[in-house]
């Protein structure tokens, strides 16, 4: 049986109250050992507040030099040359992981904004804490030097003022095979670009110095071995649901035969056994508003895993947020906030033909589904989002 989740709506946010904010502290490296893909130096802030119920949010600020943008496009090409990444398209990724003291995790990934281009954003529990212990990033396009680059975690604080409430949150830079579930790492930095502690009570977080030491994640060669809970069936599968978008032609033609050859792997899903949980990637046709993506979803009786929306900065930057569940984005009464533009979850095929022919959406995708790989788990299709603004930035980057 697959796993199911189901989360509450968000309250409308009535008010932001900021409760402390931290001075920002950097890493800085004289040399690239820790990895030619990591930056030489960034910075790390965080802080709490209150919309309509207590968050913590830690950025990460960086910029990639010439040689870690060029020893990045050489691993995107499958010219990488550390830990198993060889041979292999692999992906800059960072992430943000929580690290309890205690023997539960009091704090929660909610929301991930970034300006990375073309990210694939995972929000997930990854150590079965009950609570989503990290936040990742992959970023699919291509980037480049001295661009000022961050990613932000908005995490849900629910700590209680006991001794073992506290913990920390790693940021550390990989790179990451094409497709495999959750981006599983090929090479590691061989330390943590930054650590920000918490303590007991909410509205309490420090941002420290790094250290340059090992990680919890990382080992001295720098290749991250695949969990044992990871199977090597699954990895395929990922990697194919990867695959396949990338070898997507990002023309009107490439995305209109793509499309096709999705419908028709739905319209097996339909004519096959009463299925109850088709894991799918949605594509809104156009930038919609949360109401419209609550009453699509609530007449096809979707279960959301994850939600992303659009924003634009004041450098035209187009940035990401990815929200767990159906939740509103804590940003999403900014001026810059375009719109809900895709999601992920689960339908029947009972509502899956009811949901694809909806006016409002562009594509339902459920090439990840395990009924259509034929593998044990499921994995959710990359939406077509990013090719769609770059084809037709009017319609899709415009309020």
């Known amino acids: 049986m697959k796993k199911k989740t189901f989360f509450t709506v968000a309250v409308t946010v009535i008010m932001l109250f900021s409760l402390a904010t931290n ?15 990591v930056p030489k130096s960034g910075t790390g802030t965080a802080t709490t507040y209150y919309d309509s119920r207590n968050f913590l949010q830690t950025r990460i600020d960086f910029k990639f030099d010439s040689y870690n943008v060029s020893s990045i496009i050489s691993y995107n090409k499958g010219n990488g040359t550390g830990g198993s990444c060889p041979g292999y398209n692999a992906y800059v990724t960072l992430d943000q992981t929580a690290i309890p003291d205690g023997s539960s995790l009091k704090i929660s990934a909610w929301e991930v904004l970034t300006n990375l281009p073309n990210p694939k954003v995972d929000i997930e529990d990854n150590n079965l804490w009950g609570a989503d212990d990290e936040s990742e990033v992959v970023a699919l396009g291509t980037v480049v030097a001295d661009k000022a680059y961050y990613m932000t975690t908005k995490w849900l604080d629910n700590r209680g003022g006991k001794s073992t409430d506290s913990g920390r949150i790693q940021a550390q830079f990989a790179m990451s095979k094409k497709g495999i579930l959750d981006y599983n790492n090929c090479t590691q930095s061989s330390t943590v670009q930054h650590t920000f502690t918490y303590g007991d009570n909410q509205g309490k977080v420090a941002s420290i110095q790094p250290q340059i030491t090992k990680s919890l994640k990382a080992v001295a060669s720098t290749t991250v071995p695949v969990s044992n809970t990871t199977s090597t069936t699954n990895s395929q599968s990922d990697s194919q649901v990867i695959t396949e978008y990338k070898a997507i032609e990002p023309t009107e033609d490439g995305i209109t035969k793509y499309k096709s050859k999705q419908k028709e792997i739905t319209k097996k899903l339909k004519s096959n056994k009463k299925i109850n949980d088709i894991a799918v990637t949605v594509t809104f046709a156009e930038p919609l508003s949360f109401d419209e993506v609550k009453t699509i979803t609530e007449k096809y009786n979707v ?14 930057d187009r940035i990401t947020h990815a929200i767990k569940g159906l ?15 895709s999601l992920q979850g689960y339908v029947s095929s009972e509502n899956i033909f009811g949901l694809e022919s909806e006016e409002k959406i562009f594509l339902v995708d ?4 395990n009924n259509v790989t034929e593998l044990e788990k499921d994995n959710f299709a990359v939406p077509l989002t990013w090719y769609l603004e770059d084809l037709n930035p009017e319609k899709h980057l415009k309020k």
């Open 23 to 37: 001075h920002a502290f950097a890493w800085s490296y004289s040399n690239y050992n820790y990895g030619s893909y």
């Open 303 to 316: 279960n959301i895993e994850e939600l992303e929306a659009r924003s634009i900065d004041s450098n035209g």
């Open 327 to 341: 939740n509103k984005s804590l940003s999403q009464d900014g001026s810059n906030f375009i719109g809900y533009t």
């Open 366 to 369: 459920a090439s990840g589904d």
